[in-house]
């Protein structure tokens, strides 16, 4: 079979690559192409690959290219991870709200607003390209904001595009571990959208374990979620939120500390990736070497700010191995061998939560076969969990909206709408501040 992954040049795209090692079956991939606009960060990552492969006897054979249409041609499957704007672009996104006094992260509140206007147009062509070049392929996307985009690309795709990511898949793993259960053998009753999603159930051999969880606080407070939170408010809940949510319920305080660093995290990305890049210049240098040492650093650091907040410490090793890499394999497995799994994805509602409509890309459990990705019908959320997942299901139509009309009115609807954005003329300052820094919003008028 043949992958193509768009944004090839990316950081990440190792992860993915390594998974493909370790799948041995028959319908496995055997062709991988690398699809970016920067040849040489196509040339790193290409390194890296090659001395991944050394030692893999029948390893995916890799190419590179800058033509997208080319890349796009007889896929099977295509894996998006496009990062419109660089790191560059994420940096000024945090930098422009944390000005106003709002949150910039990359998929929550002011920072995913203007990081979805500008990739929006993007991931649109790319999905008008795939349904006219690999009618027949499979997108699994991981851009972010990943249930936005998926949602944008699902109105060319239709079912034939699915939304992915890591956090549920630790969120689960997490609370499994902590009871003493095989991940493998649990059902993880989750649901909301992504990045804004709770675990209401961890269900082994039909029994609910999380009760037991949510009654203990020293095992409440002995993983990630229960430093984060915090045990008294995860007990107010009777749920585990995704670790997103604390953006939202510890807002202030997330704001002052991205405030009062050093840097932000788009900005130590930058720097740091930069250096792997430019390390990657000189051809003695081990690539393999330079990028394990560079992803933890990367991955020992996120959400740092939050954690420092809330007194979590440094994370646990275990956290330290990615995710989505291993989701993607799954997934694609299941399609492409039939292959019954069920995964947590984003992916149309088709009416498995009835707050919202059929098309609206949420985050469930689905059940995965050859044709594709089947959500499974999911309780009513709590009030309070519906009212977020309402609102910020508007804000990201009106995004949607304003992508497609180019209505700068509509952009800044969708900014002032949001519940971490306070006010109508900070909304206005935050589209004329995201104007004038990003060259990709030019079209809104």
Same mark, same amino acid.
């Given at each position: 079979?043949?992958?193509?992954?768009?944004?090839?040049?990316?950081?990440?795209?190792?992860?993915?690559?390594?998974?493909?090692?370790?799948?041995?079956?028959?319908? !496995?991939?055997?062709?991988?192409?690398?699809?970016?606009?920067?040849?040489? !960060?196509?040339?790193?990552?290409? *390194?890296?690959?090659?001395?991944?492969?050394?030692?893999?006897?029948?390893?995916?054979?890799?190419?590179?290219?800058?033509?997208?249409?080319?890349?796009?041609?007889?896929?099977?499957?295509?894996?998006?991870?496009?990062?419109?704007?660089?790191?560059?672009?994420?940096?000024?996104?945090?930098?422009?709200?944390?000005?106003?006094?709002?949150?910039?992260?990359?998929?929550?509140?002011?920072?995913?607003?203007?990081?979805?206007?500008?990739?929006? $147009?993007?991931?649109?062509?790319?999905?008008?390209?795939?349904?006219?070049?690999?009618?027949?392929?499979?997108?699994?996307?991981?851009?972010?904001?990943?249930?936005?985009?998926?949602?944008?690309?699902? *109105?060319?795709?239709?079912? *034939?595009?699915?939304?992915?990511?890591?956090?549920?898949?630790?969120?689960?793993?997490?609370?499994?571990?902590?009871?003493?259960?095989?991940?493998?053998?649990?059902?993880?009753?989750?649901?909301?959208?992504?990045?804004?999603?709770?675990?209401?159930?961890?269900?082994?051999?039909?029994?609910?374990?999380?009760?037991?969880?949510?009654?203990?606080?020293?095992?409440?407070?002995?993983? #990630?979620?229960?430093?984060?939170?915090?045990?008294?408010?995860?007990?107010?809940?009777?749920?585990? $939120?995704?670790?997103?949510?604390?953006?939202?319920?510890?807002?202030?305080?997330?704001?002052?500390?991205?405030? #009062?660093?050093?840097?932000? *995290?788009?900005?130590?990305?930058?720097?740091?990736?930069?250096?792997?890049?430019?390390?990657?210049?000189?051809?003695?240098?081990?690539?393999?070497?330079?990028?394990?040492?560079?992803?933890?650093?990367?991955?020992?650091?996120?959400?740092?700010?939050?954690?420092?907040?809330?007194?979590?410490?440094?994370?646990?090793?275990?956290?330290?191995?990615?995710?989505?890499?291993?989701?993607?394999?799954?997934?694609?497995?299941?399609?492409?061998?039939? #292959?019954?799994?069920?995964?947590?994805?984003?992916?149309?509602?088709?009416?498995?939560?009835?707050?919202?409509?059929?098309?609206?890309?949420?985050?469930?459990?689905?059940? =995965?076969?050859?044709?594709?990705?089947?959500?499974?019908?999911?309780?009513?959320? $709590?009030?309070?969990?519906?009212?977020? =997942?309402?609102?910020?299901?508007?804000?990201?139509?009106?995004?949607?909206?304003?992508?497609?009309?180019?209505?700068?009115?509509?952009?800044?609807?969708?900014?002032?709408?949001?519940?971490? =954005?306070?006010?109508?003329?900070?909304?206005?300052?935050?589209?004329?501040?995201?104007?004038?820094?990003?060259?990709?919003?030019?079209?809104?008028?």
């Amino acid at each position: 079979m043949k992958l193509t992954i768009l944004g090839g040049g990316g950081f990440r795209v190792p992860l993915v690559y390594g998974a493909l090692l370790t799948d041995r079956g028959e319908g !496995r991939v055997t062709e991988v192409v690398l699809h970016d606009l920067d040849d040489s !960060r196509l040339y790193a990552v290409a *390194r890296v690959l090659a001395e991944q492969a050394a030692t893999v006897p029948d390893a995916p054979e890799v190419t590179a290219t800058t033509d997208l249409d080319e890349a796009l041609r007889g896929a099977d499957f295509i894996f998006s991870a496009i990062r419109v704007g660089g790191l560059e672009g994420r940096a000024n996104d945090e930098r422009v709200a944390l000005a106003e006094g709002v949150l910039g992260q990359e998929t929550v509140g002011a920072g995913g607003i203007a990081y979805g206007l500008r990739t929006v $147009p993007v991931a649109v062509d790319i999905a008008q390209r795939v349904s006219r070049l690999a009618p027949d392929a499979w997108v699994i996307n991981f851009t972010n904001p990943a249930g936005l985009v998926t949602e944008a690309m699902s *109105r060319h795709l239709g079912d *034939r595009v699915i939304g992915i990511c890591d956090s549920p898949v630790g969120l689960g793993r997490r609370i499994a571990k902590v009871l003493g259960a095989n991940p493998r053998e649990a059902f993880i009753d989750y649901v909301g959208l992504n990045h804004l999603g709770w675990v209401r159930g961890l269900r082994v051999a039909g029994r609910d374990e999380l009760p037991r969880l949510l009654a203990d606080p020293d095992l409440l407070g002995s993983f #990630e979620e229960g430093k984060l939170f915090g045990t008294d408010w995860l007990q107010s809940l009777g749920a585990i $939120p995704n670790e997103y949510l604390h953006y939202y319920y510890f807002n202030r305080e997330t704001v002052r500390a991205y405030s #009062e660093a050093e840097r932000t *995290r788009g900005a130590f990305l930058r720097d740091q990736q930069a250096q792997f890049y430019d390390e990657m210049k000189h051809p003695d240098a081990s690539a393999l070497t330079a990028w394990d040492r560079t992803r933890a650093e990367r991955e020992a650091t996120y959400m740092s700010e939050n954690r420092e907040t809330a007194g979590a410490g440094e994370r646990d090793a275990d956290d330290l191995s990615g995710g989505y890499e291993k989701v993607a394999l799954a997934l694609m497995r299941a399609i492409a061998r039939d #292959e019954r799994a069920t995964l947590i994805l984003n992916v149309r509602n088709q009416g498995a939560l009835s707050v919202l409509d059929s098309d609206a890309v949420i985050e469930v459990p689905c059940l =995965v076969d050859a044709n594709g990705a089947h959500p499974v019908a999911v309780d009513p959320l $709590p009030d309070h969990a519906t009212g977020l =997942v309402c609102a910020v299901k508007g804000v990201e139509r009106e995004v949607l909206a304003a992508a497609e009309n180019g209505s700068r009115t509509t952009a800044v609807k969708a900014f002032a709408l949001h519940p971490l =954005v306070d006010s109508v003329n900070v909304a206005r300052r935050l589209v004329e501040g995201y104007t004038e820094v990003h060259p990709g919003l030019a079209y809104l008028k």
